[in-house]
């Protein structure tokens, strides 16, 4: 899995403007991954997901982008709002025995500027 | 959608008492729950997972003697912190997923402070 840092590494963005956010994984067996949204003292939301024989998966706003080959996954945040302002996870999701494990990566923390 | 609720969203105790967080599954029925526990500005670590009816399987590095699960129903889990120490504020999560799809809904977390 991935290593969790001493702090979130932070994207500052204009609100607006268009988001990318990067996250690496480690496992090449992982089939199955999903992108999570934060905030303060809350749980993590489900944004949206992607499955390994996928490269590109389109949502409302946001576009996460899998390269298998070098094993990183984006989340692409279109016309970024102040809303948007949180810290996001990566997750790969490496199922066995009947059960999903989902390994969280370090995070990335998102601010828009208005 | 399917909805997590976990209680207390805050608890604050004295080191050496224990404290039971409960995880529930409003609208569906949860046949794998996940406990995860996470430091300021740190990612989620899995501790747990726990199937309905069955003892729980701990990551490395989690003590199964300290962290208590009971995965009692199809809606409810319990994590217990059994004498609870300084170091064991934080911030814990967790989680379910149904049987019919990958997804896990999380709940919205329980700020722990052992004094």
């Known amino acids: 899995g991935e290593s969790v840092g001493l702090h979130l590494p932070t994207l500052s963005v204009q609100e607006g403007d268009n988001s990318i956010i990067n996250c690496a994984y480690s496992?090449?067996?992982?089939?199955?991954f999903i992108w999570y949204k934060q905030e303060s003292g809350k749980g993590p939301q489900f944004i949206i997901d992607?499955?390994?024989?996928?490269d590109k998966r389109q949502g409302q706003r946001v576009t996460v982008l899998l390269n298998k080959t070098v094993k990183h996954l984006s989340l692409q945040i279109a016309a970024t709002q102040p809303g948007d302002s949180a810290v996001y996870f990566c997750?790969?999701?490496?199922?066995?025995?009947?059960?999903?494990?989902?390994?969280f990566g370090t995070g990335t923390k998102l601010q828009v500027i208005p | 959608g399917a909805v997590v609720s976990q209680h207390p969203s805050r608890v604050i105790c004295k080191s050496g008492t224990s404290v039971k967080i409960e995880c529930r599954s409003l609208?569906?029925?949860?046949?794998?729950m996940f406990w995860y526990r996470q430091f300021p500005k740190k990612s989620l670590m899995l501790m747990a997972t726990?199937?309905?009816?069955?003892?729980?399987?701990?990551e490395q590095g989690v003590e199964k003697d300290k962290f208590l699960i009971n995965h009692a129903s199809l809606t409810l889990s319990t994590l217990t912190v059994t004498s609870a120490h300084p170091e064991d504020s934080s911030f814990y999560i967790c989680?379910?997923?149904?049987?019919?799809?990958?997804?896990?809904?999380f709940g919205p977390g329980t700020r722990l402070t052992v004094l």
């Open positions: 989680s379910a997923s149904r049987e019919s799809d990958n997804e896990q809904f």
């Open positions: 997750a790969e999701n490496m199922g066995s025995g009947g059960y999903q494990k989902v390994t």
């Open positions: 992607i499955r390994s024989n996928m």
């Open positions: 726990s199937n309905e009816g069955s003892k729980a399987t701990y």
């Open positions: 609208d569906f029925q949860a046949t794998t």
């Open positions: 496992n090449s067996a992982s089939d199955y």
